[in-house]
């Protein structure tokens, strides 16, 4: 099956600082790619995703980049900000036989940003 | 306007007890999951249930046992509850197989 694994897992940064937070994934079948964020007692929220067919892709301060050679996919936050501060875990998925598609996700990582 | 509904929030049982935690989404979704978040916060996927079809976690012991009534639906059921057992459980749902997941707010599980 499939295994994501993420690093680092805690990443402290100035506020206005930039924060990158990476990921590699073993089956070359997965075509989806996920980051959620999750604040303290939340629940996971979307905040970005990326398929196979595109390289980068870019929501204001969030950008994520694939490089599916290396299997590998990364998560930028520019001008990070104290409400940034929460868990973010990466996943990886494909399709399964029409029965949804079964995210694998990595371990985590805790951001802080300091004011 | 909730999406993912989830009940209880909060469940405090002893060992050896069963329980269920009910799941409902009202976005028209075609699937559902269910997710156990340990005290490390690592989350993994239990269960996949998309029309009618189930798809079982291997690594999930078989006193868990999800049970989904109608599309809107997917419940959890629990048997002989261990300590082990006490985590996070989240509910999710999506439209489509590779698709956006939209989580429920969680039940948090304490097994005494």
């Known amino acids: 099956g499939e295994n994501v694994e993420q690093h680092p897992s805690t990443l402290s940064v100035q506020e206005g600082d930039s924060a990158v937070i990476k990921c590699t994934y073993s089956?070359?079948?997965?075509?989806?790619f996920p980051w959620y964020k999750q604040e303290l007692g939340k629940r996971p929220q979307l905040i970005i995703d990326?398929?196979?067919?595109?390289g980068e892709k870019k929501d204001q301060r969030i950008a994520v980049t694939l490089n599916k050679t290396a299997k590998h996919f990364s998560l930028h936050i520019t001008e990070t900000q104290p409400e940034d501060s929460a868990v973010y875990f990466c996943a990886a998925s494909r399709r399964n036989n029409n029965a949804g598609n079964m995210l694998t996700f990595g371990g985590g990582t805790r951001l802080m940003v300091k004011p | 306007d909730t999406a993912v509904s989830q009940t209880p929030k909060y469940l405090v049982t002893q060992m050896g007890n069963d329980k269920s935690i009910k799941c409902e989404q009202n976005l028209g979704h075609d699937t559902m999951y269910w997710y156990k978040q340990d005290s490390k916060k690592f989350l993994k996927i239990m269960f996949s249930?998309?029309?009618?079809?189930?798809?079982i976690n291997e690594t999930v012991p078989n006193r868990f046992s999800p049970k989904s009534p109608d599309k809107a639906h997917l419940n959890l059921h629990i048997n002989s509850l261990e300590l082990g057992d006490s985590a996070v459980y989240f509910c999710?749902?999506?439209?489509?197989?590779?698709?956006?997941?939209?989580f429920g707010p969680g039940t948090r599980l304490t097994v005494l």
């Open positions: 999710a749902s999506s439209q489509d197989p590779v698709d956006t997941q939209y």
């Open positions: 089956d070359s079948a997965s075509n989806y």
């Open positions: 249930y998309n029309n009618k079809e189930l798809i």
């Open positions: 990326i398929r196979s067919n595109v």
